[in-house]
């Protein structure tokens, strides 16, 4: 009976110790160093003005306006507080009727990345060929030729990340934002 | 396109073969005690909890202070979690969290499950996910590891009766491997965009005038935990598929190598600890096998176009920057090891593919599996086999020179297939009962999916979910918290029971008669076992599910 309450005492105290070890020195002190060494990436890589930001590089925001390229659809429609997915199976009546819709809103041979929803809800990139897509549709609402805008979609794009890692992919935010600062 | 998957395929796999023996040799030499690089904050630590490292303790004596810890960390976390209104470091003022969503959570944390039947950015505050569920991410994987060392001293000490000092085992698989690779991790995360903030959640107003509120938070430092634990509870609520959780190609490619490392690193560190490397090739070359099998046919599947939407790339619940490849390596990866963070929607993925991932959780998480758990899970299947060879051969069974008998087999036996008959049993009730069906977000085959996957998924400590299923009721946090609960403890106490009938066992040299268990044959006939015995288990419920849905999709059908 002491004993097993030897094990209790020592289980409270060890769990107070990884507590203050591991559950506040630790984060802590990685939030100082974060803090220190990557500010921005820290702090969400927000976007726009100090103290004013218009959005954070890393999260989709909603676009709804012809003159601005459009994110993929997200299930939490961008709320970013929760964000959400469908959660769909390949079965299910509502995805297709979701894809469906997309079609006859979009048009036909639409990108799949612009039919499908993201899991994030918050995915801040679309394909490439997502953003062709659309060239047509942003330079008429612009009235510029289509080749400026195509320019600035090249600009928007990454590769795989170091040449190997991942999709390309093309940010939504600063490929709009791009297009605002067009004078 | 495809020659670049095939690419990272081949680099994922490379990484995680040269980097086991480096740090199993580490662990090895850190977790006997023989390298005390850090012995002043050892010690300290030791003299703070009243710990008495030195002190031998029998098989109970080892499980008794495990459960005591159990117990006070599960105490704790529900008191943090329920009160964390009242405590500091809550910029959005979260309320506390509701009893039974509290006992589902604490019980998922402690027991390095990791199931979420919650969003952290909607409902934990930066307290509770530090200084709660971090703290958890560390020292539930840690007892994974003691009850490894105690396993495994049961089979290599010739003499005596005792198993190890469990809270020796604990400290120093803390201090000397996880947090070590935690905080290198967490910087490199905070580095690619991973938050890392203590401020409140970030209002913009974006370009076409709307509000978005940003959520922020002590971000990177648990996910780096979450992942070289193989906790993977989620700092926000769609997990590594949010962008501050894997922001980049990069982070995906290390944190699914950090799923991983540590359990496969721990088969070269058993090699060590019983004398033969060859003993932990085996095993890792047994869960490589399962694992490309299982990633090859997740892959082949999610390639398919769908039949019903005819939309040629599956990217429903996937993320750009990461692509169909990318996440199902991913969802055979978390549910290989008993990790269970996702970086798609498993709900979304195809029949198949979600099939696998189902699969391997119910193999019982032995696909390098959680940190210590998946070796001694691994062990159980290896002491079923080597008494299945036995009778092939006619001889009594023996492993690492020790008897295997009727005790030791029938301990094997309920480690691993009480959880598999649990899952069945609480998916049977669930699909049977207003309160289980209610929270389905799927109809047809795909919904009887969702069921099998959520108690696949708590029996089997993995905590990945077919998340459109609503968990958060009472019946599933409490039929899940008790699965969760059964299923880590029905493994832990009989691998401890047999570390402590091993050890008194006289070891004998090897006779020409013993089968020998570091050679590939040994490794295809574990295989074998694991898949016959899983296989006869499970499959008349998956023709049900997902073999169910795959046919009627091929004939494109919806519910």
């Known amino acids: ?183 | 396109m495809f020659a670049l998957d095939i690419l990272q395929a081949a680099l994922f796999a490379a990484a995680l073969i040269l980097l086991t023996p480096p740090l199993g040799l580490y662990m090895a030499r850190v977790l006997e005690g023989r390298w005390r690089f850090l012995a002043p904050v050892e010690t300290a630590i030791y003299r703070l909890c009243g710990i008495r490292e030195l002190r031998e303790m029998s098989w109970k004596q080892y499980a008794g202070a495990l459960i005591a810890f159990n117990v006070i960390g599960l105490a704790v976390l529900l008191a943090i979690l329920m009160g964390q209104g009242f405590l500091p470091l809550n910029p959005q003022n979260l309320p506390g969290i509701k009893f039974f969503l509290a006992l589902n959570t604490a019980i998922s944390f402690v027991t390095n499950t990791n199931w979420q039947a919650y969003s952290g950015e909607a409902a934990m505050s930066y307290f509770s996910q530090m200084a709660g569920l971090t703290v958890q991410n560390f020292v539930s994987p840690a007892v994974g590891v003691a009850v490894m060392l105690g396993l495994i001293r049961g089979f290599v000490r010739r003499t005596g009766t005792t198993v190890g000092n469990f809270w020796a085992d604990l400290v120093r698989t803390v201090l000397y491997v996880l947090l070590p690779l935690a905080i290198l991790f967490s910087i490199v995360l905070a580095g690619q965009g991973v938050v890392q903030s203590l401020s409140g959640y970030v209002t913009a107003t974006t370009m076409e005038g709307a509000q978005q509120s940003i959520p922020m938070g002590p971000a990177a430092s648990q996910i780096a935990i979450k992942q070289l634990g193989t906790n993977g509870g989620g700092f926000f609520g769609v997990n590594s598929a949010h962008p501050f959780e894997n922001p980049t190609p990069l982070t995906n490619f290390l944190e699914l190598l950090a799923i991983f490392l540590i359990p496969a690193a721990l088969t070269y560190t058993f090699g060590l600890i019983v004398g033969d490397s060859r003993q932990g090739w085996a095993l890792f070359g047994a869960m490589f096998v399962l694992f490309l099998a299982g990633f090859a046919a997740s892959w082949w599947a999610e390639s398919q176009p769908n039949p019903v939407t005819h939309v040629p790339i599956n990217m429903e619940g996937k993320e750009q920057r990461l692509g169909v490849m990318n996440s199902v390596l991913w969802s055979t990866v978390t549910t290989d090891a008993s990790n269970g963070s996702v970086n798609s929607m498993h709900d979304s993925l195809s029949p198949i593919a979600g099939m696998v991932a189902m699969l391997n959780m119910k193999l019982g998480e032995v696909i390098y599996g959680g940190v210590g758990a998946g070796m001694y899970g691994m062990l159980m299947y290896v002491l079923l086999t080597v008494f299945i060879a036995g009778l092939m051969v006619g001889r009594t069974p023996e492993y690492l020179g020790k008897k295997i008998e009727a005790r030791e087999v029938r301990l094997a036996v309920i480690a691993l297939f009480v959880p598999s008959g649990l899952i069945l049993v609480g998916a049977a009730i669930a699909s049977s009962i207003p309160a289980g069906l209610t929270s389905l977000a799927n109809a047809g085959p795909h919904g009887l999916s969702e069921i099998l996957y959520a108690f696949a998924s708590a029996l089997g400590n993995n905590g990945s979910a077919f998340a459109g299923l609503t968990v958060d009721t009472p019946f599933y946090n409490l039929m899940l918290g008790a699965g969760m609960l059964i299923g880590r403890f029905i493994v832990i106490i009989p691998a401890l029971m047999i570390a402590g009938s091993m050890v008194r066992k006289t070891a004998a040299p090897p006779s020409p008669g013993t089968f020998p268990t570091n050679t590939p044959l040994f490794a295809a006939l574990l295989v074998s076992v694991i898949l016959i015995v899983s296989a006869l288990f499970f499959l008349p419920a998956l023709t049900l599910g997902p073999i169910s849905e795959h046919m009627v999709m091929l004939q494109g059908r919806t519910f």
């Open chain 1, 1 to 183: 009976m002491k004993n097993i309450l030897i094990d209790y005492l020592v289980a409270l105290r060890a769990i107070v110790v990884f507590t203050v070890l591991t559950g506040l020195a630790y984060p802590l002190a990685m939030t100082g160093l974060a803090q220190a060494l990557f500010p921005q990436a820290a702090n969400g890589s927000l976007v726009g003005p100090a103290g004013q930001p218009v959005g954070s590089e890393l999260v989709a925001q909603k676009f709804t306006a012809p003159k601005y390229f459009w994110p993929r659809p997200s299930a939490s429609d961008y709320g970013a507080v929760p964000s959400g997915a469908s959660n769909q199976g390949f079965t299910s009546a509502k995805l297709a009727a979701a894809v469906e819709e997309r079609r006859a809103t979009l048009g036909p041979n639409t990108p799949a990345d612009l039919l499908y929803a993201s899991g994030s809800g918050l995915d801040p990139h679309i394909s490439p060929e997502a953003a062709e897509y659309q060239v047509a549709r942003v330079a008429e609402a612009r009235q510029l030729p289509p080749e400026v805008v195509r320019h600035l979609v090249a600009n928007a794009t990454e590769g795989p990340q170091l040449g190997f890692l991942g999709q390309a992919r093309v940010n939504v935010l600063l490929l709009n934002r791009a297009l605002d600062a067009l004078k």
